[in-house]
């Protein structure tokens, strides 16, 4: 009986196609990482930006408090030095 050997081409071959469908295995779950990072990005930045919009409400929030509460003190205190200059 005669046995069929494969020839060294044959086995190279053979061994490229399992090294070629070990990278394709390899670059779909690299794909599908990518794709969970891209989705991951996309949720932080909506985060971010809520926590900003947030903190630009209690900044525009406190500056009003703080001009209201200096222009409280500043204006009655002015109108009191200019009228003891006009009055005096």
Known sequence: MEQ???SPVEERMAKVEGILEEVR???NHLESDIGR???KIDNLR???NIGMDQLRQK???NFRWTVGI???ILIPMWV???LVIVFH
Do not use: K, P, Y
């Open 4 to 6: 069929i050997t494969e």
């Open 25 to 27: 295995a390899r670059l």
């Open 37 to 39: 990072l891209d989705g």
């Open 46 to 48: 909506q985060d971010m």
């Open 59 to 61: 900044i525009d929030t």
């Open 70 to 72: 200096t222009l409280g």
């Open 80 to 82: 009191t030095i200019i």
